[in-house]
């Protein structure tokens, strides 16, 4: 690579979440430092073109499901008892 090499300024850009596998690269390296990660996202759709963010699908807030009553967490879950008194972590989850 050239020392002092001009890159070409973006206009435009997307990011397809189809093909994302979440790895935080994209935030690494962004040279602006305008994407992050959150662990708030809402990407169910019957259409994977609409998993295809422009710039301005991406500056949206992402949607909040914390306070949706139609989510179950497993922690919630009527099905699984879990025994308060033992820690909580991926292995006890099994051992109901």
């Not at 979440?17 to 430092?33: L, S």
């Not at 949706?68 to 292995?91: E, H």
Request: contains cysteine.
């Amino acid at each position: 690579m050239e020392i002092g090499k001009r890159y070409e300024k973006k206009n435009n850009y997307s990011i397809d979440f189809a093909v994302c596998i979440f790895c935080g690269n994209c935030v690494e390296y962004c040279p602006t430092n305008c994407l992050s990660m959150t662990e708030e996202y809402e990407l169910s759709t019957y259409d994977h073109h609409e998993l295809n963010y422009n710039q301005i699908a991406l500056g949206r807030l992402p949607t909040s499901v914390i306070g949706d009553y139609t989510i179950q967490t497993v922690m919630n879950s009527i099905q699984i008892k879990i025994d308060k008194d033992k820690p909580f972590d991926s292995r006890t989850i099994t051992d109901c």
